[in-house]
């Protein structure tokens, strides 16, 4: 995952948040105006879609919140680079009917390491696009939809390809 870098003034002072996460070791690291920033470990299954950190900058607290490409930080009740109202990262009840949408492909599959990594993965894109902060719900239901319905697409073009390698 690429570096996120993130310049903003509050109250006259410049802050600088750097975020960057290593996509192979999972390592996280924080850094506020050159200070380390102990991560704390989200709840299951907030952990799977982001990052949510409260940090100091300079006399206010804020939170870092990180989904995806989406990185920003809310004080006082909003989001500084994107001035939308700030909302906790959680999963909502709706998203679980897409996750195991996409969790049935291993079961109508009878299983595989091909269905079991496209099940899990747009699983893991269904979570996030569902707990993105500054998506309205429709946004989110059509992109939950669009995943489940492409990995269901990728698992039968696996199968056709499968029968048609077996055939010839």
């Known amino acids: 995952m690429p570096s ?3 310049n903003f ?6 802050h600088i948040v750097y975020y960057e996460r290593s996509g192979w070791t999972g390592k996280q690291i924080l850094r506020v105006d ?3 920033v102990v991560i704390e ?3 299951f299954p907030n952990n799977l879609i982001g990052l949510e950190q409260t940090i100091q900058l300079g006399e206010k607290e804020g939170i ?4 995806g490409r989406f990185a920003d930080v809310a004080v006082d009740g909003e989001y500084l680079l994107s001035k939308k109202p700030y909302k906790p990262l959680g999963v909502p009840w709706w998203s679980w009917i ?4 996409c969790l049935a492909i291993v079961v109508f599959t009878t299983g595989g390491a091909i269905p079991g990594a496209i099940a899990f993965v747009s699983s893991l894109f269904v979570l996030q ?3 993105a902060p500054t998506k309205s719900v429709a946004i989110k239901l059509f992109s939950c939809l669009c995943v489940t319905i492409l990995a269901w697409a990728v698992c039968f073009l696996f199968i056709l ?5 077996t055939s010839a």
Do not use: C, H, P, Y
Request: hydrophobic share 50%; glycine share 6%; aromatic share 6%.
């Open 64 to 67: 870092f919140v990180t989904v």
């Open 161 to 165: 390809a499968a029968i048609l390698l």
């Open 129 to 131: 696009e569902s707990g």
């Open 98 to 101: 897409f996750v195991v949408a």
């Open 4 to 6: 996120k870098l993130l």
């Open 34 to 36: 050159r200070s380390n």
């Open 41 to 43: 470990r989200l709840s």
């Open 9 to 14: 003034e509050i109250d006259g002072n410049k």
